[in-house]
């Protein structure tokens, strides 16, 4: 038997024994429904107390406002269900969503053309009827941050910035350790920051955004120049790139990963694109530093690797001297939208 003296503190362990104590299998228990809506993807995960993801589901992204909230009812039904089998007790859904979101009242205000059909959408209404759950709601970048500040570099960071990189490009800001949504729901729109006066066009419909230039959906139109030769009719690009990558063939579309493989193997052209990239993130990264000047940035998702060193280098030779000392690191988390989702549920489903 245990013996405790009053007044004293003991570590959980002591209490509740090694490995599954109480408090361990609350934690491993008590489990968010996060969802993802992304310009490619749908993913729909459990995510316990610890950050951990207990069961992810990924498909694409639906083109039309039917099919979509279709595919988010069932696949959250159908997690719901497996949930039971795996002993997790679903507090409620978080839904991590491209566009302005208000979040007071869980509406999608509106959407560039990356997601069609998302414009004037009440998510949380269908969500919280199916499943009988209480539903939170925000933009990706945002719940990027989240994710950031609950579960990765950003714990007991007053003031960072997060750039999540995917089809597009989402921003996060936490000010005084909380999220920035500013007057209209627009804040923290990072992927529109414009880099250049004409430069590419954007889905937003501007021209110039840096999500233009170094976003997943940006390379790729720039690696399928390459493919197909147009970038500078006078070289054989294509060749090039299908030589570098023998899974590519003349009649496939090239991808971002593609255009990078091409980059790593010394491919001069997609080394100057992937460059072009990196300047124009560094550029839009000291726009930032000279408005909320935070203490830390956080690059994350699949091009966050590629991008750390040229913001770096940008960030040492254009920003301000009282803001070039920010810390920038890639995020050590696995899918920090869907994380910071969770924990919009973990966080208020558990507050008393
Ligand atoms: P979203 O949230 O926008 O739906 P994801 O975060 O799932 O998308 O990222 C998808 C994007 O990432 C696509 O634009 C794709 O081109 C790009 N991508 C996927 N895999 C890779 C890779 N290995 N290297 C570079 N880019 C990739
Ligand atoms: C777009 C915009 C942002 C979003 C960002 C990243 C829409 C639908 N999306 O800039 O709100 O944060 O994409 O989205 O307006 P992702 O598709 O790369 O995850
Ligand atoms: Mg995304
Ligand atoms: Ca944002
Ligand atoms: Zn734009």
């Not at 690059?299 to 810390?327: F, M």
């Amino acid at each position: 038997a245990l013996e405790l003296q009053f007044g004293k503190r003991y570590p959980c362990s002591k209490i509740y024994g090694d490995g599954g104590s109480d408090i361990d299998h609350i934690l491993e228990t008590q489990s968010a429904l996060a969802v993802d809506l992304g310009g490619t993807n749908l993913r729909v995960a459990i995510v316990n107390m610890k950050g951990e993801m207990v069961k992810k589901f990924c498909q694409p992204n639906p083109k039309t406002y039917e099919d979509r909230m279709g595919l988010i009812l069932k696949m959250c039904t159908d997690a719901a269900i497996q949930a039971v089998d795996l002993n997790c007790r679903i507090l409620g859904v978080g839904v991590s969503t491209g566009g302005r979101v208000n979040p007071k009242e869980g509406l999608i205000i509106d959407s560039t053309k990356l997601i069609q059909e998302w414009s004037g959408i009440d998510i949380r209404t269908p969500i919280s009827d199916t499943l009988h759950l209480p539903v939170w709601v925000d933009n990706d970048g945002n719940c990027a941050a989240l994710a950031e500040k609950k579960f990765g570099h950003g714990r007991e960071v007053e003031d960072f910035v997060t750039i999540i990189t995917g089809t597009g490009i989402g921003g996060g800001i936490i000010q005084h350790g909380e999220l920035i949504h500013g007057s209209t729901f627009c804040g923290a729109e990072l992927g529109h920051i414009t880099v250049s006066l004409d430069g590419p066009e954007c889905k937003c419909g501007n021209r110039g955004c840096v999500e233009a230039y170094a976003s997943g959906q940006a390379l790729q139109r720039e690696a399928n120049k390459l493919h197909d030769g147009l970038y500078s009719p006078t070289q054989p690009y294509a060749d090039l790139l299908m030589k570098e990558d023998v899974a590519l063939k003349a009649s496939e579309p090239a991808t971002a990963a593609h255009l990078i493989n091409a980059a790593r193997l010394g491919n001069p052209n997609a080394e100057a694109v992937l460059r072009t990239a990196g300047t124009a993130l560094g550029v839009a990264v000291v726009n930032i530093l000279h408005t909320v000047n935070p203490s830390l940035v956080v690059l994350s998702g699949v091009l966050a690797s590629s991008y750390l060193a040229p913001v770096k280098k940008v960030i040492s030779q254009r920003a301000l001297s009282s803001a070039s000392s920010v810390t920038v690191l890639t995020s050590n988390l696995e899918d920090p939208a869907l994380l910071g989702a969770a924990s919009m549920v973990l966080d208020y489903a558990t507050r008393r």
